[in-house]
């Protein structure tokens, strides 16, 4: 057997060889050059050495080497190693509502702008991403996917129906006239009321063919993802948003076996789940659900009924949970975490992007409707749910998203390009209303700069992702790109804090969007293992929360907030059960600020002191960045204008992470 420092010394005689007849080794795919290559620095003296710094050649023994768990920290793991950014609610050309206000771009463009690419958006401006997503799921509306090119390019089969060609010429002369055929069309949807040749399925077909073809062409497993999905859109009542994002685990293949679920079919979302029970066992696929905006739902997103008014089961209720494992928490539409009105002792949510004051249409709300918007409350009527029939159809983990319908995920305060074209970077959109019904409206400077996804997956393809995503193992931010750590676990102590907190993580605990396992000894407490890391590109970390919802005694939700990490802590105090301020280095009229305050990482083990075993819990971690400018600072700065004094200019950006549940046994 040839030994290795023979084998070594073989190959060097072989290139030395080559290279001392003028030649060059053989390498396959290589061709030699035809004369010998110049040489220069004279001629060969036979002095020199075959090894300059390796001392004495000794041969490798790999038996002396150490194997089990290996070297190597990074070789053989079996855990998510990196969160993966994306959005999972973007809308194109192709959605009736984005086409027919006359965005431009269609799914090919926004898969190319999230891969990082520099377009040209609807209003003319180049926009490029500072960072490329990790992956993307363009969800146009399933209603009539693509039909609004149709009537805008003037299909001819269309063209012989005369509300069409109405609608067509409408278009065509833009303006006034194209909002006014965007609005007849949206209540012809509405009403029940479209011609019939929109609804022909081929066009369905045709349009949701290319659809799949675009998401197989810009999907690179290991490098970006890009997902088949749609948005099943169900605006009960008028206007209720009970929307849902729906995600393919599979490919073009499964997905082109059968066409997406639309609300013409049912606004009842047990009616999708059944829909995708019975495409899961057609296809041998995979789906989910992802439900938004639960802030304008007018009280409906989180109703302890069914869609018809009914009693919830435990069936309802687990197949609610098994279809929809993550709510979107946050968007352009504000935030539907938490309301200052159920949430009184928060200090962060008090005028934090709230949308509250009516349906998708602004219906206005009626009193006892926050409680069954917001995910927070939805969390804690969730426990109560499960202990009287035994199923919580509310555990959701977090999931972010723009909602964009430009095609632009866009979520950075100085990058943001809004939901429509209409409201792309110009310097009166500030003051236009970003939705307007009779003298109800929102204004644009209360749409928010927001959100991403972060799933904790164990690599960038559709399988892995969905994976996570399933196990709801997932966190949402408001645009920045944070790097939050949060497990849960009986054994956590002070000497699990350190750089590389998954290892004993995963190895002592379970992750965010899982369960507690059993008490494993009476008096015994669950501990939780917590890390921040600052986004490079956006502001340190003022603090770190954990938030606790549970069902007491009497059957009452509770809940309470707890700081358990915080920058510049050598001069910072809890006082009277508050965390004093970090303070604020934002100058707005430059739309700047210094890091001079907080930190960029923080990282702790948290016992709950106030742990009862005989409770249902829950807990997740809200993570605040210190005060930086909003969109609007950065408008009000770049344009010159001076807004309105009630127009916010600095945000705290944050984060929040599937919870863990904590269930008596």
């Known amino acids: 057997m040839t030994s290795p420092l023979v084998v070594r010394l073989t190959l060097a005689s072989v290139t030395l060889f080559a290279i001392a007849c003028g030649g060059a080794s053989s390498t396959p795919g290589t061709s030699s050059p035809t004369a010998p290559a110049e040489r220069l620095g004279g001629a060969d003296t036979g002095a020199g050495t075959l090894s300059a710094d390796a001392a004495e050649i000794?041969?490798?023994?790999?038996?002396?080497?150490?194997?089990?768990?290996?070297?190597?920290?990074?070789?053989?793991?079996?855990?998510?190693?990196?969160?993966?950014?994306?959005?999972?609610?973007?809308?194109?050309?192709?959605s009736a509502d984005a086409g027919g206000s006359g965005t431009t771009l269609g799914p090919e463009e926004a898969l190319r702008f999230a891969r990082g690419e520099e377009v040209v958006s609807t209003s003319g401006q180049p926009v490029k991403l500072a960072t490329p997503l990790d992956w993307i799921a363009v969800s146009d509306h399933s209603d009539g996917m693509g039909v609004i090119a149709e009537i805008k390019g003037g299909n001819p089969e269309m063209m012989a129906d005369p509300t069409v060609k109405k609608w067509h010429d409408m278009f065509a002369k833009g303006g006034?006239?194209?909002?006014?055929?965007?609005?007849?069309?949206?209540?012809?949807?509405?009403?029940?009321?479209?011609?019939?040749?929109?609804?022909?399925?081929?066009?369905?077909?045709?349009?949701?063919?290319?659809?799949?073809?675009?998401?197989?062409?810009?999907?690179?497993?290991?490098?970006?993802?890009?997902?088949?999905?749609?948005?099943?859109?169900?605006?009960a009542g008028g206007g209720d948003n009970l929307h849902r994002n729906v995600i393919y685990r599979d490919g073009k293949s499964r997905a082109d076996m059968v066409l997406p679920f639309t609300t013409f079919q049912s606004e009842d979302p047990e009616d999708l789940w059944k829909w995708m029970q019975a495409w899961e066992t057609k296809t041998g696929g995979q789906l989910l659900a992802i439900p938004h905006n639960g802030n304008l739902s007018n009280g409906r997103m989180f109703a302890l009924t069914t869609f018809s008014g009914g009693s919830m089961t435990r069936q309802w209720a687990e197949m609610r949970q098994k279809y929809e494992p993550l709510f979107e928490v946050q968007q352009m539409k504000g935030q539907s975490e938490a309301h200052p009105s159920l949430s009184t002792t928060d200090e962060f949510i008090t005028g934090y992007e709230l949308w509250d004051r009516g349906n998708l249409i602004l219906a206005p709300k009626k009193d006892g409707m926050f409680q069954y918007e917001y995910l927070r409350q939805g969390l804690k009527n969730g426990l109560k749910v499960e202990q009287e029939i035994g199923a919580n159809p509310f555990k959701y983990g977090m999931a972010g998203g723009t909602d964009t319908h430009n095609g632009l995920t866009a979520a950075e305060e100085?990058?943001?390009?809004?939901?429509?074209?209409?409201?792309?970077?110009?310097?009166?959109?500030?003051?236009?209303?970003?939705?307007?019904?009779?003298?109800?409206?929102?204004?644009?400077?209360?749409?928010?700069?927001?959100?991403?996804?972060?799933?904790?997956?164990?690599?960038?393809?559709?399988?892995?992702?969905?994976?996570?995503?399933?196990?709801?193992?997932?966190?949402?931010?408001?645009?920045?790109?944070?790097?939050v750590r949060f497990f849960g676990g009986w054994d956590f102590t002070k000497d699990d804090v350190s750089r590389a907190p998954a290892v004993a993580g995963y190895a002592k605990g379970v992750p965010m969007g899982a369960d507690l396992p059993a008490v494993p000894a009476a008096g015994r407490k669950p501990t939780f293992l917590v890390a921040a890391l600052k986004d490079p590109r956006s502001g340190n970390l003022d603090r770190v929360q954990v938030v606790k919802g549970w069902v007491d005694k009497a059957g009452m939700v509770q809940e309470k907030i707890f700081d358990v990490a915080w920058g510049d802590a050598d001069r910072r105090r809890i006082v009277k059960g508050k965390l004093t301020p970090v303070g604020n280095t934002v100058d707005v009229a430059r739309a700047t600020w210094t890091n001079s305050i907080g930190d960029p990482e923080l990282i702790t083990v948290w016992t709950d002191p106030e742990f009862d075993p005989a409770v249902r819990a829950f807990y997740y971690v809200r993570v605040l960045e210190i005060p930086t400018p909003r969109w609007t600072a950065y408008d009000a700065a770049y344009f010159k204008v001076k807004m309105a004094p009630n127009v916010p200019m600095t945000t705290q950006e944050r984060a929040y992470t599937s919870p863990i549940w904590y269930t008596p046994k």
């Open 414 to 483: 100085d990058n943001f390009f809004a939901k429509f074209p209409s409201a792309e970077p110009r310097p009166d959109r500030w003051d236009e209303a970003a939705m307007k019904f009779g003298d109800r409206q929102i204004k644009g400077w209360e749409m928010s700069a927001a959100g991403y996804m972060a799933v904790w997956a164990t690599g960038n393809t559709r399988e892995e992702l969905w994976d996570a995503m399933k196990r709801k193992e997932t966190y949402a931010t408001s645009g920045p790109r944070m790097v």
């Open 58 to 94: 000794r041969p490798v023994d790999p038996s002396t080497f150490h194997k089990e768990p290996g070297y190597s920290p990074y070789a053989g793991r079996r855990y998510p190693e990196r969160p993966y950014f994306g959005d999972q609610h973007v809308h194109t050309s192709w």
């Open 176 to 235: 006034k006239d194209a909002l006014a055929a965007v609005m007849e069309l949206i209540a012809a949807q509405s009403n029940k009321k479209l011609p019939p040749v929109i609804m022909d399925p081929k066009f369905a077909v045709s349009v949701w063919g290319k659809n799949t073809t675009l998401a197989e062409k810009y999907n690179e497993p290991g490098r970006f993802t890009a997902f088949i999905g749609y948005e099943w859109t169900s605006n």
